[in-house]
């Protein structure tokens, strides 16, 4: 994977003086929080505690810390997969987080979702999609619904689309920001760039692999930022929500990050140069940060190995709570299929008759 | 929803008891007043779709609509059915209606992607914490000349989906009442229309007419055997059925108006009754909707059949545009006629059928 | 074509008469030997997908195939199924006979327009002037807990369609000879594998065997009760037989192995035999593929039917994460074997199929 | 529709004089007979001898001729359903063309195809497609076939795929220029664009209504040319074929021309502006063409009178031959389903039973 366009940030800063330490230390909270909950993931997985696919935000911690650091309570929230970083971020419980990996019906999408399908109406985490591209279009649809519903403004919702580099050349990605372009939407496309889609990296996937300028297609101005760098996220993503909150002015935003895992827990990774991996591992935003911050005087030792213990005991909660959560019951089975009742619906168990004898 | 508008009192006028007034019109013109009324009707309806403004709809379903409701109401879609129908799901999410309208189902197949694996799995995926109040209005059907890509009859395909609900009225006053139903309808409605059943007349209620999802309709009674059709097929069934009324057969024809959920109930209530059937329908035979309305009988009422149930479906071929090859592959009322006659096992009275 | 490398020669090293020597090995293994026997056949032979390269395929069924015929033979192809699936149709427009992995089915639904609307039309639109010799391989199926969207079973949509011809082999042998069938096939073939058979073992003949394509299979003789299955579903079909043989009853399997075209006499003959049938599907019940075997008894055997044709099929619902949910959702031993005996009118002897 | 956008040149102008004067009174000649047959395609299909829906290609003439002039024999070409002057240009039989349109067993696709899906595989005019943008993936395909078959060249194959300006909002364009831009496939993508899908405007349906710039994305060449002007047009489509067969560099080039009618022969097309159609009518390529070689004396008036009455007869011969030709008979019906004959293929009509009685 091209390094070289990517710009690494590992070597200690300091901060510019205007940063609250709070929110410095908030941030490395919610990172280390973030990486703790994704490695316990790993191993419950491993424990055969959750099924299915399983993908991490490993390594994403900056872009996802800094980006939930941008995004607004009345904003709208569409992501793929890789989602439970978000979720967490977006303040849904933990414990309902992990309940949701262990197919609990006290999960945020009551055990039908999974690891995939994070979705809280409330908080306005409209989910968590598995087929690429696929949460594009509503994630567009809901923006136009906005700008039917609501004038612009500093306080009108917004709608953040996360996608990854792999996910720029599917169809839906083109008609979608077509739309968003011509009819000015107020919504920011975030392309969460680790470089890999699977074990394809962005160069023999994209015939223009700076993802950020195919925005110029559509007349979306593109940006991007280093995804290590929570601040950096922060602002960019800051910025982007409030041209598409005042302006009604779609923005293209690409954050550079690493993946530092396989695609999903039970990916080995063994496609990987060692080059990449070890660029990766030296780029880890989590110990970084904590690095940054420590020599900035913002944190020492004690206190963040203190922030890590309580990240650790956070999601050791979460998983005591999924572990005593029911499984949603087979009666329940039909529950959801429609919204409206009508007649007829089928509601058949395997083996069943197709009706009742006359 | 309070009315919006002197021109939605009218709507109401009719009272339900006393049978309201009625129109002769098209189901194109039923359609076209259905959506100008639900557009009244609830400020969270739009319509989405190519050409439906400017250009009136291709086959002209919205005409004035544009004019009357604005840009706003009635949205132009650049051609991309993924990203439109895509958008028109997001839209839904937050509790707009929005009204899509694909130009033919055969376009439906770029944006299915969307309407089977996001529309119809959102709600149960997502533990029941969002609805999808949203129509695809589309229409299929050949005899156009249109060729092999612009001609197919693909509604098997959504009936086959859970979470989606699949409706294809055969007349004006079911288009009106089932369209104003799937709009007032909380989930994904897929809405066949028949391009050859736009300029057809029927006699329309005046007023809200809303149906009932779900459930199909004896639309003639008979004793001596019931044809199951629907959308065009039940015209062209009623037709050979009171053909061969002339001839003394007593014929049941049985209009499933709803694919999703399907109405076993009534079907196999008149075929225990009339003891014989025939499946008429515009698709292809093999996995047609047929096969299961076949099926459905042959296990709900198997002791009360007197013969096989025969299916009479399209040839299967992609359709040629060359007319005699067209009119070859898909299914007539002489066909139709012929095998009625066969399960009943009676000689050909005439040369109609022939 | 003349073999390409000397590894090519022990593939036809056995003579067809006196049975070639076989080996017990992997369904994935049968087909990943398939597509590098074929590569080494013709050189016209190129496999595309997403991760077959470097990743060596998301199920590894092209473990090892990148390695040995390098980027030319295996292409990587980015996330864009509309574009990959419609470039090998042109690639086989002039005589490539691209062999097409889509990850899974569910995403073949970004391809469909290119699959139902070109490759499988053009042929007949072009008025027989250009053939598509083209393999899609996809697997389906649930059970992995992968939910609702990368669960499903939907060759019903492509057995419903003409141009198409529907492959769904159950044993790691039918894998081998049917999918070398499709690679030598003119026509585009959708080639339907299931996730919960690639580590399913059976024998399988050394050298070149190619399938009769259109060919139903009777994998287990019998004479009370005909099981109609395919793919994954005639695993359990036979479990379900020799279990109840076991309890002295004598039930026949049909393996449909080509869904489209269908091989109705061989079902038929079967039941014909035994007077009872019972389908069993992966699929959703409603217009599912059980819907076309049961209308086809129906309509082809009435005569000798002595109960009605039963379906087991999956519940009607987008596949939930929850195992519990989807242990409920999907058809297995215990249901096939409840409903066999229903069939049968025999109360069930034990526990077993509670 | 924004004229400010195009370069007309109606006004009268002199010849480069290295242009062989034979080759511009073919190309006159060529336009004319396109002209004459669109026009009685048009009369045809009001005697409903021709059915189904019909576009022609009336006012895009010196786009049809300049890139026929340009294509090369072994070069391989895709186009929408707007297909008839192509056909013609590539050589098809007038005669079969017009028994295509009539739907006769001697028409180029055997009548199964009709006006949208001509077809020849020997004079490789690869379709004539009726789904928007559907002609894009397989085009893409031919070119990837190419590059694994033969090398680069100045003799080598190359791919010419037309569509419309409606046409690049599709989410096939995207995946599919990507491709050709990753894999540096043999292809030029041609938008025509006469300023119209249907009745809505490129600036109503792009959010980059400079259709050329969208190559970009994909690191594909972008060129914009004059589609009035038959030379202008033949140039850039040699130029660009050229880069494409011994480059292996694929290029977007854009087309600028008007539609002179409705969208298809049954459409009026009242959504018209005044001013976008007298702007069409001016700039009528064929009329102009004729005046400019008039005033530059390549024809005069009687020559040119003699070549559009000659191109009438050609006409009128193609439609007495497709009048002639038998239609396709039913017994032929399930002819070209499958290549490949196979067990259980159906061959059932409407009302035959699914299998004869065992
Ligand atoms: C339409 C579709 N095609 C293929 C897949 C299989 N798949 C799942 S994730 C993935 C890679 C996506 O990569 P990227 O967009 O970079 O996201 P990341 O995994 O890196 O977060 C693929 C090919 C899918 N889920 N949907
Ligand atoms: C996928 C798809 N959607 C919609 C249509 C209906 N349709 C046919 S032509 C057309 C307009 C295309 O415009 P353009 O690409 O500019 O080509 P032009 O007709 O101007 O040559 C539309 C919307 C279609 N055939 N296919
Ligand atoms: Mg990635
Ligand atoms: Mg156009």
């Known amino acids: 994977m091209a390094a070289k366009t990517r710009t690494r940030t590992a070597e200690v800063q300091a901060f510019p003086g205007d940063e609250p330490q709070d929110d410095l230390r908030g941030y490395y909270r919610d990172m280390s929080f973030v990486r703790a909950f994704e490695l316990r993931s790993g191993e419950m997985y491993a424990r055969a505690k959750i099924g299915g696919y399983c993908h991490l935000n490993l390594g994403e911690e900056a872009t996802v810390v800094g980006l939930m650091a941008a995004i607004q309570k009345q904003d709208y929230l569409f992501t793929g997969y890789r989602d439970h970083g978000y979720a967490l971020m977006r303040d849904l419980e933990p414990g309902r987080v992990m309940a949701e990996l262990f197919g609990r019906s006290t999960g945020v999408s009551g055990g039908r979702g999974g690891s995939m399908h994070m979705y809280d109406h409330e908080a306005r985490l409209f989910g968590g999609y598995g087929i690429v591209g696929g949460q594009i279009p509503p994630a567009t649809g809901v923006a136009l619904a906005l700008k039917m519903k609501e004038t612009a403004g500093p306080d009108a919702a917004a709608v953040m689309c996360l996608l990854g580099d792999g996910t720029v050349n ?57 995804g290590d760098d929570v601040l950096a996220v922060r602002d960019a993503a800051r910025t982007a929500l409030e041209q598409a909150r005042t302006l009604r ?3 293209l935003l690409e954050l550079m990050c690493y993946r530092l895992k396989g695609h999903s827990v039970v990916d080995p990774a063994r496609y990987r140069s060692a080059e990449d991996t070890t660029i990766a591992q030296k780029s880890d935003p989590v110990p970084v940060f904590r690095a940054q911050l420590i020599a900035a005087g913002v944190l020492d030792e004690a206190a963040a190995d203190a922030i890590d213990a309580a990240a650790d005991e956070q999601v050791t909660a979460a998983v005591d709570f999924a572990d005593a959560s029911p499984e949603p019951h087979p009666d329940d089975l039909f529950a959801y299929v429609y919204a409206t009742p009508v007649a007829n619906a089928p509601a058949e168990l395997p083996g069943d008759p197709v009706m009742d004898a006359l | 929803m309070t009315p919006k508008s002197t021109s939605e009192a009218s709507l109401e006028a009719a009272p339900v008891d006393d049978g309201p007034a009625t129109r002769v019109i098209t189901y194109r013109q039923a359609l076209n007043e ?16 190519e050409e439906i403004g400017v250009f009136e709809g291709s086959y002209k379903i919205t005409a004035g609509l544009l004019t009357e409701f604005g840009p706003d109401r009635v949205v132009d879609a650049p051609i991309a059915e993924e990203g439109f129908v895509g958008a028109a799901l997001g839209a839904a999410m937050i509790g707009m209606r929005p009204v899509v309208e694909i130009m033919t189902i055969n376009f439906s197949l770029i944006a299915i992607d969307q309407i089977v694996n996001h529309a119809a799995k959102m709600r149960s995926m997502f533990g029941g914490q969002v609805s999808v109040p949203m129509v695809i209005r589309m229409p ?24 989606l609900k699949v409706l294809a ?20 409605v897929i809405f066949i229309e028949n391009l050859s059943l736009y300029s057809s007349k029927g006699e329309v209620p005046d007023g809200e007419q809303i149906a009932e999802i779900g459930k199909a309709a004896v639309v003639k009674e008979g004793t001596d055997l019931t044809i199951v059709s629907y959308s065009r097929g039940t015209t062209t069934a009623l037709e050979v059925a009171h053909q061969l009324t002339a001839e003394g057969l007593s014929i049941e024809v049985v209009d499933l108006r709803s694919l999703r959920p399907l109405d076993r109930e009534t079907i196999c209530a008149s075929v225990r009754k ?44 992609p359709l040629p545009y060359a007319k005699a090859l067209e009119l070859a592959a898909l299914p007539h009322a002489a066909e139709l006629a012929k095998v009625v006659r066969e399960v009943l096992n009676i000689a050909p009275l005439d040369k109609l059928d022939k």
């Open chain 1, 170 to 226: 599917i169809g839906a990605f083109h008609e979608s920001l077509n739309l968003a372009g011509l009819w000015n939407l107020p919504i920011v496309y975030v392309i969460v760039n680790n470089g890999l889609g699977m074990g394809t990296t962005v160069e023999k996937a994209s015939a223009e692999p700076d993802l950020y300028k195919r925005g110029a297609s559509y007349r979306i101005p593109g940006v991007r930022v280093d």
């Open chain 1, 249 to 251: 002015q779609p923005v």
């Open chain 2, 34 to 49: 259905t959506l100008r009324a639900e557009l009244l009707h609830d400020d969270n309806v739009f319509l989405i779709g």
């Open chain 2, 140 to 163: 299929g059907g050949g005899g156009q000349q249109l060729a092999a890509t612009h001609s197919q009859n693909l509604e098997v395909w959504f009936a086959h989906i859970p979470g």
């Open chain 2, 169 to 188: 009225p055969s007349t004006p006053a079911d288009a009106k009442a089932l369209l104003t139903a799937a709009i007032r309808d909380d989930d994904p």
């Open chain 2, 274 to 317: 009339t003891g014989r059937a025939v499946v008429f329908e515009d698709d292809w035979l093999s996995y047609g909707i047929g096969a299961e309305i076949s099926a459905t009988i042959g296990e709900g009422v198997f002791d009360f059949l007197d013969a096989p149930v025969r299916r009479v479906a399209a040839a299967e071929v």
